[in-house]
């Protein structure tokens, strides 16, 4: 317990970190995709360019803070996120620039980004349905609105509201049938479920295999990621609403922050991520699907066939949040 | 007996701490226990109160065994009380609650009731609700003492009641203590090794060494009538002369003749006889003389040590007003009640 | 007069430790200037009243628990012998190191409906559980007492082994068996340090946001996170926040109030220890079992299911976690130097400063620990971020936000150090002639060593699991062993996290063995 060693210790470690780095200009990242889903594409980044990318993980919401509190002086080029609801709110602090970019515009679909091209969807992530095959018919499923009719009491599994997938599916919901429908709709889910509430996709899936419950709705790389471990998995996903509406998609995508000092660069960037390899790397690395629909699919993830997708902006999904958040809350939604 | 305590030994790592004590109490009679340190006074105090086991022996209280061979009654079923010498007061109850701990069968008003009582009548009426960080010492050891005899314990145990007070305040509160024992009609044994504390409150002092009692008796036979040369040397202040018996009750010292006690068993050939400060008086007409090596004042009176014509000294109390200086030669001569003797020192 | 010279530089000390603490708590405060009526319509009536009740529940089962679990436990180590009473005085330490988050995934993954155990009965007995549902507030409240009881243990068994022999005999003599020796002396001294571990446990619990979400149990800090991350609304959240600040601080004022004068009571260092009861037959098998059993349930079980997960994803253990390990290693351990060196700054502020203002300002300090952590992080960067970009880059954020959530943890321990210290030792050590540092290193330290150690074995493993502010306020590329669990958790990939949660365990593992060893000397 020596106080005078513990100062200079301290002390060592602040100038070990205040080091400079060597290359000049690196690129900022403030990422809530996590690192395994994004280090490898950024040191790809950096052997074709020389350009070095740095970054730091954390939860969207805290970021967006972090940007605002650093104002001018933030470091931050990019902020990158696993959901469109979030870049939204960035860009209602006014912390994403509108960026001119012909490839992006290109490269990825017009509800997938920005009509005003603040940010831009890199992968796709659909929410729909999975079932258990031993007891369900496939032919008895139809839409996310029909998993509230009393057929499937004790019957459906869901995860917790807290998860903005959740969050946006709801919004989105009320975007496309109003808000008085959607909370009878919810409430409905609510009276049919099986189980408590589940804290994330896996342990849903997990309870569907295990027979607790019968049908869910989840993001299908957590599928994904399941049977690449175990191909026998016992759970089958279900495109929902084909024909009314279209599955649910967010979007893993980021913005150039309005303080960047050198936004052409990043623009660079995110035009590099929304093509070729790059692209084909993001989705795959995590059975999502490329926001580029010119890029190809994992095969895994091909293998779950195609499916007609919901093409309201998803802008949509961030400016009714809130209202849905409430709504959930209202309806007992946990 | 009240208490009795019968061959009472305790080793502790193979050494006797405890060796064969006997000695008894009367009802309400009050006890000390004087001694160097590490003789055995605090180990005698508690086996008595049962923290501590007898090896051979018995201890009895009103007729009643405690301690003896194969058996032990636990101290918290002995109704025997015990202060503790740094008054060990509970630092989370106030003096109050200190006092109401022993009293945990009665009703909480009468708890309440007999512990105000037991604090006023130690002087405390006003300190009831102080907790004992906020207490003097002498505050302190006035609840430690209550708080022993709230529940009226059918035996009193002092362990060095009086140690770290001041000398004023300790004196007060012997007499006090003296007082209130006695008014209550407890039966008590202190350990102290201040023996004026031991004269003013005991009936019966033991002197105890290396785990043995030298010797049980009053405080006056404990003075005048030691069983020892170490009681005699610990008890009071003492010198000694040679002197020679002849075995008739006369002996012949250089202070002059001597009677011996007439219960005394007649000594013969060279003996010591010790003289006490008092046994020394100052006489202006005696023609034996002694010179002043060392004088100290303490007030009332005057002790003296003085050298006789042989070299030898001895001590003598005078009165404050005979004021002589060191150096000077005065006249003395012997007034002993009881000479006591021993056989003569190599 | 001595007093008075002294009393400012107390306040100002005071005031500098508090600032840390305060800078988030104003937020939450300041929030309040302009309330989001229409979010706060919707909460009173939708939310409020269910997440306030679950809290109010959650609080009282964890810190009755933990209390019963702690106290218990320090009871039969302190005053018993029984075969491994040795290795359990310092091993029922060890599921400090295990992180609240993941004991709560491994229970759900393994307690669950879908998960091995359940599965297992079904198969083998056609036992159907679902009734027994672990993702629920009791079953929150378990995993956050198994977590969180070695605060009380920690500090009962300290509390419990100064106990003096003296005592002992004397209530023995005033009637009372070693039973109501322990019920009535033993257990009231005890009692503040019962509070302080209590009060500790409460406010985690309050804080926690790792466990109850894991569960999916609604309580105050998850409609905070709720209000902020869903509702796009920090301004709500905070406000949230701060009801949660009036809340901790009215009852940490009623229990400082409800102790009273007792506070006054300092104790001599106890010269002789009561001796250990040894136990024997089915008495010494039954306090094993039950040390193990508890041990088990909260560490080792939960370690070896951890390894096994671990094991199946080896393949990610590369040079990186090496890293990993060292800078959790060296931001505990450094964390915990500054937050133990401001608790003992804080202590002896605390106990010099004269008026109520500095003492307000003190206990200000340590109510961070009831923020959640990431409310809390961002309520110290932002201002400090003010600052404009100076501390960019750097670890000083970090340590400061560290400083305003543990200083509470360490001050506990400390503040209970020095009030054993008797004031006639600071005037005995004064007439020596050693006065100021001399007189810290050379009278109070060795006095107040067990208590510094244990402040700081509680702050370092709290650090060694800490997320939030780490996440928040770190630099560029540092990475720590509870940011590694972030990263693959926020995706729900919790088997990849049981990788860096078992070298949490591991890494956190030895400094609590050596530390709770040396303690045994000290203590």
Same mark, same amino acid.
């Not at chain 3, 083998?124 to 629920?136: A, E, H, I, N, P």
């Not at chain 3, 393949?315 to 040079?319: F, M, N, P, Y």
């Given at each position: 317990m020596n106080p005078a060693g513990a100062l200079a210790r301290v002390a060592l470690l602040l100038t070990l970190v205040a080091a400079p780095a060597l290359s000049a200009d690196p690129l900022v990242v403030y990422s809530a995709r996590n690192e395994q889903l994004i280090k490898p594409l950024f040191d790809r980044y950096t052997r074709e360019t020389g350009i070095e990318v740095r970054f730091t993980t954390a939860d969207a919401a805290v970021l967006i803070e972090r940007i605002a509190a650093e104002g001018r002086n933030s470091p931050a080029d990019i902020l990158m996120t696993v959901d469109a609801g979030e870049l939204w709110r960035a860009t209602e602090r006014g912390l994403l620039r509108p960026l001119q970019s012909r490839v992006l515009a290109d490269n990825i679909p017009a509800h997938l980004r920005d009509p005003e091209g603040r940010w831009f969807g890199l992968s796709m992530r659909a929410r729909t349905l999975a079932y258990d095959p031993r007891k369900v018919d496939a032919a008895s499923l139809s839409t996310y609105e029909a998993l509230a009719e009393p057929r499937w009491k004790g019957k459906l599994c869901l995860r917790t509201s807290k998860k903005v997938y959740n969050q946006s599916l709801v919004a989105m919901l009320i975007a496309q049938q109003g808000e008085a429908r959607t909370e009878q709709v919810v409430r409905g889910w609510i009276a049919n479920l099986a189980a408590p509430v589940f804290a994330n996709d896996t342990q849903l899936l997990e309870a569907i295999a295990a027979g607790q419950c019968e049908v869910g709705i989840v993001n299908t790389y957590y599928l994904g990621r399941i049977l690449k471990d175990r191909p026998e998995f016992p759970v089958k996903l279900y495109w929902a609403n084909q024909g009314s509406g279209g599955v649910h998609v967010n979007i893993s995508g980021a913005g150039v922050v309005t303080t960047s000092r050198q936004p052409a660069a990043a623009q660079r960037f995110l035009e590099w991520l929304s093509a070729g390899e790059a692209q084909r790397f993001f989705a795959a690395v995590n059975a999502e699907y490329p926001a580029n629909p010119a890029v190809g699919l994992d095969p895994l993830v091909a293998g779950w066939g195609t499916f007609e997708s919901s093409q309201i902006n998803l802008g949509k999904a961030g400016t009714l949040q809130p209202q849905a958040v409430r709504l959930m809350d209202r309806a007992g939604y946990r | 007996m009240w208490l009795e305590v019968a061959g009472a030994t305790r080793h502790f790592d193979g050494r006797a701490a405890l060796d064969g004590l006997d000695f008894g109490l009367a009802e309400g009679e009050i006890g000390c226990l004087l001694g160097p340190s590490g003789c055995g006074k605090t180990t005698t105090l508690r086996c008595i109160a049962g923290l501590e086991t007898l090896d051979q022996g018995r201890i009895l209280c009103r007729d009643e065994l405690l301690s003896g061979p194969g058996m032990h009654r636990p101290a918290h079923r002995r109704g025997i009380g015990l202060v503790f010498q740094d008054h060990a007061l509970f630092p989370h109850l106030s003096a109050l609650g200190n006092v109401e701990f022993g009293l945990s069968q009665l009703p909480p008003a009468e708890r309440r009731r007999r512990a105000s009582e037991l604090l006023e009548r130690v002087g405390l009426a006003d300190r009831l609700d102080a907790f004992p960080g906020q207490l003097s010492g002498g505050q302190q050891q006035r609840v430690a003492l209550a708080r022993a005899l709230a529940p009226s314990p059918s035996l009193l145990l002092m362990d060095e009641p009086f140690a770290n007070l001041d000398v004023a305040l300790r004196e007060r509160l012997v007499g006090e203590l003296g007082a209130l024992l006695r008014r209550t009609g407890t039966t008590a044994l202190v350990v102290t090794h201040e023996q004026q504390d031991a004269f003013t409150l005991a009936d019966r002092i033991g002197l105890m060494r290396e785990g043995r009692l030298e010797q049980w008796a009053t405080p006056y036979d404990l003075y005048h009538r030691p069983a020892s040369r170490f009681a005699a040397e610990f008890i009071g202040r003492a010198s000694f002369i040679p002197a020679c018996c002849n075995g008739s009750g006369e002996l012949q010292s250089e202070l002059g003749p001597l009677r011996e006690d007439s219960h005394a068993t007649h000594c013969s050939g060279p003996v010591d006889v010790l003289l006490r400060p008092d046994d020394v008086v100052h006489d202006d007409d005696s023609p034996l003389k002694a010179r002043i090596v060392e004088r100290s004042f303490r007030g009332a009176d005057f002790l003296y040590t003085l050298e006789l014509s042989s070299g030898r000294r001895v001590l003598s109390i005078v009165p404050s007003h005979h004021d002589h200086r060191v150096g000077e030669a005065i006249g003395i001569r012997l007034d002993t009640d009881h000479v006591i003797t021993f056989p003569a020192a190599g | 007069m001595t007093r008075l010279t002294r009393a400012p530089a107390a306040t100002v000390v005071l005031a500098l430790l508090a600032l840390p603490a305060l800078l988030p708590i104003a937020a939450t405060v300041l929030a309040w200037s302009s309330p989001e009526t229409g979010i706060w319509a919707h909460q009173l009536e939708y939310v409020l009243p269910r997440v306030a009740l679950n809290t109010l529940l959650l609080v009282f089962w964890v810190g009755l628990g933990s209390l019963l679990l702690g106290a218990g436990l320090g009871w039969l180590v302190a005053f018993h012998d029984f075969p491994g009473r040795g290795l359990f005085s310092w091993a029922l330490l060890l599921p400090l190191a295990v992180p609240g988050y993941v004991l709560a995934v491994v229970a759900a993954g393994t307690l669950d409906y879908a998960g091995p155990v359940q599965s297992w009965l079904r198969a &083998?007995? !056609? +036992? !159907? +559980? $679902? @009734? /027994? $549902? &672990? @993702?629920?507030l009791g079953g929150a409240a378990l995993v956050l007492i198994l977590t969180l009881y070695p605060y009380v243990y920690l500090l009962a068994r300290v509390a419990f082994e100064g106990a003096s022999r003296t005592m002992l005999e004397v209530a023995m003599t005033l009637g009372e068996d070693r039973r109501g020796h322990f019920r009535r002396v033993v257990l009231p001294m005890a009692r503040p340090a019962l509070a302080a571990g209590v009060a500790l446990v409460c406010m985690e619990t309050v804080a926690d946001f790792g466990v109850v979400a894991a569960f999916n149990v609604d309580t105050l800090t998850t409609a905070i996170y709720r209000t902020w991350y869903g509702l796009f609304s920090l301004q709500a959240a905070l406000q949230l926040a701060g009801l949660l600040v009036v809340v901790v601080m009215a009852t940490a004022w009623l229990e400082r109030r409800s102790r009273g004068r007792e506070a006054y009571a300092a104790t001599r260092p106890e010269r002789e220890r009561l001796p250990r009861r040894r136990l024997r037959g089915a008495r010494a098998w039954a306090a094993m079992l039950a040390a193990l059993m508890v041990l088990g349930l909260a560490f080792l079980l939960p370690v070896l299911q951890l390894s096994a997960w671990a094991w199946q994803h080896a #393949? !990610? /253990? !590369? #040079?990186r976690y090496l890293d990993f390990a060292l800078r959790s290693l060296g931001v505990a351990g450094s964390g915990a130097l500054l937050v133990v060196a401001a608790a003992l700054l804080h202590g002896y502020a605390l106990a010099r400063a004269g008026h109520a203002v500095a003492r307000g300002l003190g206990r200000l300090a340590t109510l961070g620990y009831a923020l959640p952590g990431a409310v809390l992080a961002v309520g110290v960067f932002a201002p400090l971020n003010a600052l404009g970009g100076l501390l960019q880059g750097t670890l000083v954020i970090m340590f400061i936000a560290y400083l305003a959530r543990f200083l509470a943890v360490a001050a506990g321990p400390v503040e209970g150090g020095l009030a054993r210290i008797h004031g006639g030792l600071d005037e005995a050590a004064a007439t020596l002639g050693s006065s100021g540092p001399a007189r810290l290193r050379r009278v109070h330290l060795p006095l107040l060593k067990g208590s510094l150690l244990v402040a700081a074995i509680l702050v370092f493993v709290d650090l060694m699991k800490e997320l939030p502010i780490t996440l928040m306020t770190r630099p560029f590329g540092f990475e720590t062993l509870s940011v590694r669990i972030f990263e693959m958790a926020a995706e729900g990939e919790w088997t990849r996290a049981a990788l860096p949660a078992v070298m949490i365990v591991l890494v956190g593992l030895l400094p609590v063995y050596l530390l709770s060893r040396r303690m045994d000397h000290v203590a």
């Open positions: - | - | &083998v007995g !056609d +036992l !159907d +559980l $679902q @009734r /027994l $549902q &672990v @993702r629920s #393949a !990610d /253990l !590369d #040079a």
